[in-house]
């Protein structure tokens, strides 16, 4: 089966810090990886979807310089909270897929982010 | 916003029964695919079905899609109670994009 790993999967930090969560495709190679963020009790928001070697598509409301998004491999994708304040708590999952659109995405167990 | 609907948004049902959730959405669609969610874990990929199948069956799960009504809808049969999770649909468009429905909270008493 396709494995994604997403590290860490809890973090506790003071407002003002950055933040980068891990992705990581263990057993294929990822062209497109997806970043969402999830409220409790509710779907997944896309945020970004990336690809790798470019720039990342951000979905209309999410801002670029607040997360930021790199996918330099294969089989790894990194999104930077950066200046991270308490609403931007969240549970935030990625994704990755393999090079047609036509397959699955393969999720990562997500991260848990609380900002003090 | 491009996200989907499904309902019902809970559904409770016995073990043994078998539980029926509906996905509707907006836009044309490459393919549909539905997931599995166990409360603040990822999601598990349980079936793909392609824009021009209308039916496709994966153990207990059977999936319908209705490009002209834009809906799919997920039957599980013989449910357990190892089935209670939240499950959504989502979306691929011709774009390259890709929207999750609303979700069901699915529980199964035992």
């Known amino acids: 089966g396709a494995v994604v790993s997403q590290h860490p999967s809890w973090v506790i930090c003071k407002s003002g810090t950055s933040v980068k969560i891990e992705c990581r495709s263990l057993?294929?190679?990822?062209?497109?990886m997806f970043w969402y963020r999830q409220f409790p009790k509710q779907s997944l928001m896309l945020m970004a979807t990336s690809n790798e070697g470019s720039k990342a598509t951000y979905e209309q409301g999410v801002e670029k310089d607040k997360f930021l998004i790199n996918h330099a491999s294969l089989t790894l994708s990194t999104l930077t909270v950066t200046s991270a304040h308490p609403e931007d708590s969240s549970f935030y999952i990625c994704?990755?897929?393999?090079?047609?659109?036509?397959?699955?995405?393969?999720f990562g167990d997500g991260t848990r982010l609380s900002i003090l | 916003s491009q996200q989907g609907e499904e309902d019902p948004q809970a559904l409770s049902i016995q073990e043994g029964e078998n539980a029926t959730m509906n996905c509707s959405y907006k836009?044309?669609?490459?393919?549909l695919q539905w997931y599995r969610q166990n409360s603040g874990r990822g999601l598990v990929h349980l079936i793909l079905i392609r824009s021009n199948e209308r039916e496709k069956h994966s153990g207990r799960l059977r999936v319908t899609l209705d490009t002209s009504k834009k809906s799919s809808s997920l039957l599980i049969t013989a449910s357990r109670a190892a089935d209670t999770a939240s499950y959504f649909c989502a979306t691929a468009n011709t774009g390259n994009q890709f929207y999750f429905g609303t979700g069901t909270s699915l529980t199964v008493i035992p």
């Open positions: 994704s990755a897929r393999r090079d047609r659109a036509d397959q699955p995405q393969h």
């Open positions: 057993d294929f190679q990822a062209t497109t």
């Open positions: 836009t044309s669609i490459n393919n």
